[in-house]
Each structure stands twice: as structure tokens, then as C-alpha cells.
């Protein structure tokens, strides 16, 4: 069906990263700015940080980074002791970063608009910090993949820090996205406590699954079903920037099992990996690859065309965005029924889905499964890259959040 090119709008992209960089946050700001300027939309860039000569100076870079590397470096029980000993002190620091962040938003918002730019609605993703004084008319939609309450659960920089922080960070995002005009999220689980845990209205709210950063190239084919993996030859691909909250060392164990079996398997573990995955022979270490590096993406695209199997056995996972990745190579994924993982493979149709508690035994018997039953595996092989191609991709996630901007945009010229 033939479709009516899209009128252009004007959007201001809220962001705490620069949107020409496609490292941080996991690559969602810099994505979802393409994705969005594929559908017709201007994006034009609100940065919650200063704006002026010296943002860039070699002096101002050397003091962030300094102060970066020593918040890194200080212990996870010192900053918790300090949150518990000093309940007030650590509540007034926080209030004080997201009154700066959004101080500096505003202003560069204002800015804007006295220049006479002029914008149809406001967008950002992970700004709850940016958005939390920020006073406009304009309709606001939001995006994220993960709340702070959920984070606060299963991510150890949050989850082990005192009440003191954990609960300020969640009146900021609880005020945050009270102010939004559309509240979207990646999966049904993060949707469901943005409602549970922040009482925003469930009509506001809706779910769009997000794409993969690492695609076939414009001259890769690929077809589905993929090839069986077996039991002469089982790749298989973990991709683990935290290797201790996706379970490296759990991984690891299950393909040591796996040859244990008489299977010849090799788990690739890109990330740093952990002593136990660096030390075990049936693992081959790719260390860390940067989606901004041509050479780390090619390598990237090369383990997933050559892989069989992606095992992704986290602790807690917003989305999960490196299944979508194995999906579009017509990979099949093993995940455990975490965050929005269970969302993003639909167990025994384009994977599988294991509790969180399973060992390592239960993760080998479940690639064991693939290896001996070929026709499962190639149904959740064409499964997968179709879902992939049809929804797990940054095409769709922009189409759906166009039509979601001009909803809250006509709305706002109606009133």
C-alpha cells in the first residue's frame, strides 16, 4: 500500500550526550535521533550541559575527566556508607545535579525559541535527570527503556547504594515523568512499573520495541534458516559490556559442559569478560568493541554471521538489545526471563526463555536441545529474522514514535 509522504515536523531532542555519538548510553539517544529523522522529522539538539567556547577546552575535558575517574574509583561501600551516614547531604547533591542538568536544558531551550526556532514538540530518551525543572508549554513525549526502580534492582552501581540516593533518584524521575505528555517504553515490563511504581496514567503510556545497533551490511544477504549448529561445530556469542550482571562466568560454564558433552563448542564473549572466561579453554576473549569503530563493527557483524547461538543470562535487562542483533543474522537467542528479555524472544518460537535461577547445566541442556533437533532450531531461525525485519529494528521503532509526536502535536494545536 502506497503511503502519502509524511509532513516534516520540528523537534527538539532533549539529551545529556552529544547525538552524533553512537557510544553512549548503550547507542539509544544517536538511534533514535536517526530513526526519527528517517520519518520525516528535524531533529534539533537541546543539550542539558553549557553551551559556549569553554565546553570544549582541553582544561574543562581534563577537570570532567578527572572527576569521572575518581567517582569511578571510589569503592561501591563508601559511597553506600556515605548515603547512609549522611541521609541529608546525599539527597541535597542529587537535587542539586538534576536542578543544574535542567537548568541547563531550559536555557538552551529558551535559547531556541528567542532565536526563533520554532519547535513542535519536545523528545528525549533516559532525561528524566534533564526534565525535572524544566517548565514548557510544548508537548513533551518521553522514551526509556528502564525505570529507576527497576534499575535500582538489578543494576549493582544502583542496587548497592543506600536509601538515601536510591530514593531521591526516584522522586526526580517520579516528577519527571509526571510532566511528560506521552510516556513511552521499550517493553511491557518497564511500561508496567512506570504505572505500578510512578503512578503515571496507563493511557499515557505505550510500548515500542527498540531496533539493533549491529545490522548486516548493505551487502551482506542474509537468508533463513540459518545452518544447524551441531555437535562437531556450536559457536555460540555473549555480548557483555557488565560481565557480572549478564553472567559471563554462568555462560562460560555452560559451554565447558557443552564440550564436556563431546560437543565442540566455543563461546565468544565480546566485552572484557572476567578471570574465569579469560582462563577457560573453550572461550575465545574479543575484548571490548566500540560501535563507533568501523573495524570493531565489522568484527562485530563477523561473530554474528559465524556464530550459531546467542546466550544473554542476565541478573536484570531493560530490553536486550544484543538478541535483536543475533535475530537480524537469523540467529536464534538463549536468555534468561529477565527485564524485557522475555519480550524481545519469544520463548520457543524465535528462542529460548530460562528462569533466572537456572545453572549452568540447565543453559548447556538448552543449546543441547538445538544441536538435536535441527527443524526447531531453523523454525526459530526464520522466525526470529522475521520478527527482526517486521519489528526489531530502528525503522519501525521511528514510525511508531512519528505517529506517537503527531498525536501529542495536534493535540496541542487543538487546545
Not at 515536523?9 to 544517536?30: A, E, F, H, K, Q
Not at 574543562?60 to 569521572?68: D, L
Not at 520463548?347 to 528462569?355: A, C, K, M, N, R
Request: charged fraction near 25%; include cysteine; proline fraction near 6%.
Amino acid at each position: 500500500m502506497h503511503h502519502p509522504p509524511l509532513q516534516p515536523i520540528r523537534v527538539g531532542m532533549i539529551s545529556m550526550t552529544d547525538l552524533d555519538d553512537p557510544n553512549p548510553i548503550s547507542g539509544m539517544p544517536y538511534r533514535m535521533a536517526r530513526a526519527l529523522e528517517g520519518h520525516g522529522v528535524e531533529i534539533v539538539p537541546v543539550p542539558a550541559w553549557a553551551l559556549g567556547p569553554e565546553q570544549g577546552s582541553v582544561g574543562r575535558r581534563a577537570s570532567n575527566r578527572i572527576v569521572q575517574i575518581h567517582h569511578r574509583r571510589t569503592p561501591m561501600w563508601i559511597r553506600r556508607a556515605h548515603d547512609n551516614l549522611r541521609p541529608g547531604a546525599t539527597r541535597a547533591k542529587v537535587f542539586r545535579r538534576v536542578t543544574r542538568l535542567s537548568g541547563l536544558a531550559q536555557s538552551n531551550l529558551d535559547a531556541l525559541i528567542e532565536s526563533g526556532v520554532q519547535l513542535d514538540a519536545l523528545f528525549g530518551c533516559c532525561i528524566s535527570s534533564a526534565m525535572y525543572a524544566l517548565e514548557t508549554d510544548l508537548p513533551m513525549v518521553y522514551f526509556s527503556d528502564a525505570t529507576s526502580k527497576i534499575i535500582q534492582k538489578t543494576y549493582p552501581m544502583l542496587a548497592l547504594r543506600g536509601d538515601a540516593f536510591r530514593e531521591a533518584l526516584y522522586e526526580v524521575e517520579k516528577v519527571s515523568v509526571a510532566k511528560t505528555w506521552a510516556a513511552v517504553f521499550a517493553a511491557p515490563s518497564t511500561q508496567k512499573s512506570a504505572i505500578d511504581d510512578l503512578g503515571i496514567e496507563p493511557e499515557k503510556t505505550s510500548v515500542v520495541a527498540m531496533g539493533a545497533h549491529v545490522v548486516p551490511g548493505v551487502d551482506e544477504v542474509i537468508e533463513s534458516p540459518a545452518s544447524c549448529p551441531t555437535r562437531s561445530s556450536c559457536r555460540i556469542l555473549i555480548v557483555a559490556a557488565d560481565p557480572v550482571r549478564k553472567r559471563v562466568d554462568l555462560a562460560t560454564r555452560a559451554t565447558e559442559i557443552l564440550c564436556e558433552r563431546g560437543i565442540d563448542a566455543k563461546l565468544s564473549v565480546i566485552g572484557k569478560g572476567t578471570k574465569v572466561s579469560r582462563g577457560s579453554h573453550a572461550v575465545e576473549s574479543v575484548g571490548v568493541l566500540r560501535l563507533s569503530d568501523p573495524d570493531d563493527r565489522k568484527r562485530h557483524q563477523k561473530l554474528l554471521r559465524e556464530c550459531h547461538i546467542q546466550f544473554l543470562p542476565s541478573l536484570g535487562e531493560a530490553f536486550g538489545i544484543a538478541p535483536c542483533e543475533s535475530a537480524h543474522y537469523a540467529r536464534p537467542s538463549i536468555v534468561a526471563g529477565a527485564g524485557g528479555l522475555s519480550f524481545v524472544i519469544r520463548d520457543g518460537q524465535t528462542g529460548i526463555v530460562l528462569d533466572v535461577d537456572a545453572d549452568a547445566k540447565a543453559w548447556a541442556d538448552a543449546a543441547e536441545s538445538l544441536i538435536d533437533d535441527p527443524e526447531r532450531y531453523r523454525a526459530m531461525s526464520i522466525a526470529g529474522l522475521e520478527r527482526a525485519r517486521d519489528e526489531l529494528n530502528w525503522d519501525a521503532w521511528g514510525a511508531s514514535l512519528r505517529r506517537i509526536l503527531d498525536e501529542q502535536i495536534q493535540i496541542h494545536r487543538q487546545r
